[in-house]
């Protein structure tokens, strides 16, 4: 073997531990952009370390929506925990909606929990933006967990969909897009609540669900995107670096 790229730089420090299967849709997206970013960094024929726990999601699914979070929080928790065991020097979970039960899932384990929110938070304080859209599941939308830190850390005012908005965005998302389903009338139909969150005042838009990236990138809308799957890869990236 020649010495190209692949000898560049030092070995990756630190592994990855993903919590994922929320759907799998969305956990084969961090997968690729962990990899395609440490291969920017580094170069092209280099990869992460990480390992992934991989949930069933249907049990989940049903548990969220009978509102069994307690019995939820105990599923990620033995996820962080084999993670940990594993080797994994932080825990990512590849989700929005589980972020509600984020507490319970870092302190199940000694290594760093890197929450979904704090990347986008970042990102909208370095970009200038102060008010937000958000889209994601009714829980996510409707729910204080991910508003409230986005607002109390970062100082940003999030705005939400109007009720029959809200209602389309989270049936996508569990009919179609954690079915690997991608339409283009969807799609319009995202465009439209982005639009209105847009004529509300939000600033940008944050996928704060992460199937959504399968569906909108920056070209489909008129705001600045903020894709938490992207983000949150990114941000995985930097601690196995050490460029947090």
């Known amino acids: 073997m020649n010495n190209t790229s692949a000898n560049q730089g030092s070995e990756t420090a630190r592994v990855i531990g993903l919590i994922g299967g929320m759907s799998w849709e969305s956990s084969a997206e961090y997968y690729k952009f962990i ?4 291969r920017r960094r580094l170069g092209p024929l280099r990869s992460a370390k990480l390992l992934m726990y991989s949930v069933d999601f249907g049990p989940i699914e049903q548990a969220q929506h009978a509102g069994r979070w307690d019995e939820l929080a105990g599923m990620l928790e033995d996820g962080a925990i084999r993670l940990h065991r594993g080797g994994a020097d932080c825990v990512v979970l590849c989700t929005n909606t589980m972020h509600k039960v984020a507490d319970r899932v870092a302190a199940a384990v000694p290594v760093p929990f890197l ?4 990347p986008v938070g970042r990102h909208a304080a370095q970009s200038g933006v102060k008010v937000l859209g958000l889209l994601g ?16 850390e970062f100082g940003l005012q999030v705005l939400v969909p109007d009720e029959e908005g809200r209602a389309d965005v989270h049936r996508i998302i569990y009919e179609e897009l954690c079915a690997g389903v991608v339409s283009e009338a969807s799609r319009s139909t995202y465009q439209r609540v982005i639009t209105s969150l847009a004529q509300r005042g ?14 909108i990138q920056q070209r489909d809308s008129v705001l600045p995107v903020l894709d938490t799957t992207q983000l949150h890869a990114q941000a995985a990236v930097d601690f196995a670096l050490g460029t947090d």
């Open 35 to 38: 990899n395609q970013e440490v």
């Open 115 to 118: 929450h979904i929110a704090d």
């Open 137 to 152: 599941t009714r829980f996510t939308m409707e729910q204080p967990f991910m508003r409230e830190r986005l607002e109390q």
């Open 202 to 215: 939000a600033q940008a838009v944050v996928l704060g669900c992460t199937e959504i990236t399968l569906l």
